[in-house]
């Protein structure tokens, strides 16, 4: 921060200076703020192409990511595993700095440091993606993370490898760079990083002689026994597979790559194959991976994917490759997988996480193996199980979907809170520790839609008459941060088990259970519906809140229906019923936000009608990302609103839903049409109960805040106009209201056409 000065660079009294110390005795508070812990926790979220090492008796676990359908969620946690205790624990850092989240990095451990570098970010959506150029190192004693700088480090990358080599030194080999924008890369260079006995860290390309080298690669295996690095397999710039192998000697005065030539056999190319160089063995070793094949002639030649779980060994010096363990579904070793961690502590092989096509998508695995060099045997430490992904329609995130107009910072935003805030700006280290996303979102929504008393009065009735006479079993959808959950063991269930897709959610909900006291009777596990077996509850009670601005908005009727159909059938639901309505209406306050203002052009002097050509009038609009209350927003009701869906959640399913359907309106006012306004109602089992409503001006400002209305403009029906019409009508005059909905139910479309 610079100083005021008076002539003479003294600084003036009361300038500056005391600010600075003001200041810099806050950040040092703040850093006391970020006290290191280590949280013990049951087990890792499943993840694959994380960064795994170890070291002095722990295995090390950062980022990675997970796959559910086609959404991705990238982490930045860093976990440990205590292989003496058997223990997992998530680590919070000391101070508020830290790498964002990633998958495709690599990490060593060297000399009681974690040193991380690269990566990318892959936003949930699975199309942004951001590379990573920075490296990290964790302190492993004071558990504390500092970014390296000063250090020409290489080229933003991931799927590159890391390995420790002599003389406290470690490697980085190969990679690809590729954000879907402009020509993708694969890397062939190797940097070598020495660090010094004070602890800094230089970094240099290593200079190659001879023109034989491996081709540009990612994902392929790399280790160092020795002095002798090796490469082997990946995929090239053409994505083409190999199983070739190179050795270098990274002491050599003229370093140059070797080509290996094995004695016999070997493994076929694979995706997602990995390797473990155990020097005091002379030997590598390799684990899982995919391949491909085709069978068949000609033109019906089919593509057979095979994922593995067999061991090799290859001997570095005879360079033959021995299989320990053939792949088998039946043999007490760890499932089949690709894109696993896979690292050593010279006795033992370990293998964490990783991912397996399946035909429904991807399972994403979080269980951890430890193999013992010596007798060859497998053997299980923790974990649960996958985490089997679904299609995009079927993750029923409390977040709000792209279709009800949400900001994607708030949805798809994984990296964590405190990351890419500057100095001084300081982050707690309450929120530090979060994504962006779950801030964002339960900001955004849970807090306003938790403070409604008239909504948490309507979900308590509608349970308490569900749960009458004790003893039952209710199935939370959705849970967000638990409150339904809490509310059925009030109301006298005997069992609750929720599901919530977003991790960070599921623990916070387990936390407001723990905190009141339910432990025994209620937990929400970190997956979406469609996951849950009767293995973990046989429902009596589906409980739900799926909804947005719109009552279908997020698949609610897809996701009860499927839970009673898989779970119980006979199942009572709360909500038991919902319509979705719609309502012409006319408001100049709303065409002011939403089309060229006559009154401004015309104060203007100017004629701004070619702008109005944009003007969205097939498309939903919503008035919680327009920041418009319809509660406070004057408009006049030009028609009577009309339901234009109705469920039963006990007894319909998506197909008695109307895709297109026609619907008559009476025109009550006269004037100018300016949107249909689209609300919703959800009723329980007692017709006589109380309405849970979206109406403008019911549950307040807070269900204004959290769900809000939606609304699509309306314009005369002219194909040949090239800006739109107004539309005007008359009281008693009829019209029909046009209602399209999408397959999936999750967003609909309007036409009015006056007669």
């Known amino acids: 921060m610079g100083k005021n000065k008076k002539k003479g660079g003294k600084a003036a009294a009361g300038g500056n200076d005391d600010v600075d110390d003001i200041l810099n005795a806050y950040a040092s508070q703040q850093d006391a703020k970020f006290a290191a812990e280590i949280e013990k926790v049951a087990e890792v979220t499943p993840r694959a192409n994380a960064a795994v090492c170890i070291g002095d008796g722990q295995l090390w676990v950062h980022g990675g990511e997970c796959f559910v359908g086609e ?40 000399n009681g440091e974690i040193f991380l570098y690269g990566g990318e970010y892959v936003a949930r959506n699975g199309e942004d993606i951001v590379h990573c150029g920075d490296l990290w190192r964790f302190n492993v004693k004071e558990l504390s993370w500092s970014e390296v700088h000063g250090v020409k480090l290489p080229s933003a990358r991931a799927g590159h490898r890391m390995a420790v080599g002599p ?70 710039i053409q994505c083409k597979l190999m199983a070739d192998m190179w050795v270098l000697d990274v002491a050599a005065a003229a370093p140059a790559w070797q080509q290996v030539n094995f004695s016999a056999g070997g493994l076929t190319p694979r995706h997602g194959l990995a390797m ?135 949805t798809d935003d994984g990296l964590p809170y405190g990351y890419g805030v500057d100095e001084p700006l300081r982050v707690p280290r309450r929120l530090a520790e979060f994504s ?66 977003r991790g960070e959610l599921a623990a916070m909900a387990n936390a407001m259970v723990a905190q009141n006291g339910f432990g025994d009777k209620a937990a929400v596990i970190n997956r979406v ?15 739900h809140e799926l909804f947005g601005a719109l009552l279908l908005g997020e698949r609610s009727l897809k996701f009860v229906s ?80 009309v339901p234009i869906a109705a469920v039963d959640y006990a007894t319909d399913d998506p197909s008695k839903v109307a895709l297109e359907a026609e619907h008559p309106l009476t025109i009550i006012a006269s004037g100018e049409v300016t949107a249909v306004l689209l609300t919703w109602e959800a009723y329980n089992e007692d017709p006589n109960a109380a309405v849970l409503s979206t109406e403008p001006g019911v549950g307040g400002s807070g269900r204004a805040a959290a769900w809000g209305q939606a609304y699509q403009l309306v314009e005369l029906p002219s194909p040949s106009a090239s800006v739109p019409q107004a539309m005007k009508v008359e009281a008693g005059q009829a019209a029909t209201l046009l209602v399209r909905f999408s397959q999936d139910l999750a967003t609909l479309q309007c036409e009015v056409v006056p007669e």
């Open 167 to 236: 003389d406290n030194t470690f490697f980085v080999f190969g990679g690809y760079h590729d954000t879907g924008r402009g020509k993708p890369k694969k890397f062939n260079d190797i940097h070598r990083f020495t660090i010094s006995p004070t602890g800094a860290v230089a970094a240099a390309p290593l200079k190659v002689e001879g023109n034989a080298k491996p081709d540009g690669r990612s994902g392929m295996c790399f280790g160092i026994a020795g002095n002798l690095a090796c490469v082997y397999g990946g995929s090239n």
């Open 71 to 110: 959404d991705t969620e990238t982490y930045g946690d860093l976990f440990r595993y205590d292989l003496a205790t058997k223990e997992w624990g998530r680590v919070k850092p000391a101070g508020g700095r830290y790498p964002c989240a990633r998958n495709g990095h690599q990490a060593v451990l060297m």
């Open 562 to 641: 499927k839970a009673k159909a898989e779970l119980n059938p006979a199942a009572a639901c709360v909500p038991r019923r919902g319509t979705q309505f719609a309502t012409l209406i006319s408001s100049a306050e709303l065409r002011e936000i939403t089309d060229i203002s006559d009154r401004e052009a015309d104060r203007l002097g100017l004629d701004l009608t070619p702008c109005r050509a944009l003007k969205d009038t097939c498309g939903l609009h919503f008035t919680k990302s327009m920041g418009i209350n319809m509660g406070t927003l004057p408009y006049t009701k030009l028609s009577e609103r």
């Open 436 to 501: 962006k996303g779950t801030i964002g979102q339960f900001n955004a929504w849970h807090y306003p839609m938790m403070n409604d008393s008239d909504r948490n009065s309507f979900y308590a009735d509608g349970l308490n008459a569900a749960c009458t006479g004790g003893g039952k079993a209710v199935f939370d959808i959705g849970s967000g941060a638990g409150l339904l959950s809490l509310l059925a063991v009030k109301a006298g269930a005997s069992k609750v088990v929720g599901c919530e897709v």
């Open 276 to 410: 473990s160089v155990v020097p005091s063995k002379g030997a590598a070793y390799f684990f899982g991976g995919l391949t491909e094949t085709k069978v068949g002639d000609g033109k019906k030649k089919k593509k057979v994917v095979t994922v593995h779980n067999d061991t090799w060994a290859l001997d570095l010096a005879s360079r033959e490759f021995k299989e320990l363990q053939a792949s088998s579904e039946a043999a007490k070793q760890p499932p089949v997988r690709m894109s696993a961690g896979y690292v050593n502590d010279g006795s033992a092989l370990y293998v964490f996480g990783g991912v397996v096509e399946v035909d429904a998508g991807q399972k994403t695995l979080g269980d951890l193996w430890r193999m013992d060099v010596a007798s060859g045997k497998w053997h299980y430490l923790s974990g649960t199980g996958p985490a089997l992904g679904c299609d995009e329609s079927d993750s029923e995130d409390s977040s709000k979907t792209d279709d009800e107009g949400v900001d994607d910072a708030l």
């Open 529 to 543: 519906s469609t996951e849950i077996t009767s293995d973990d509850i046989v429902p009596d009670v589906i409980v």
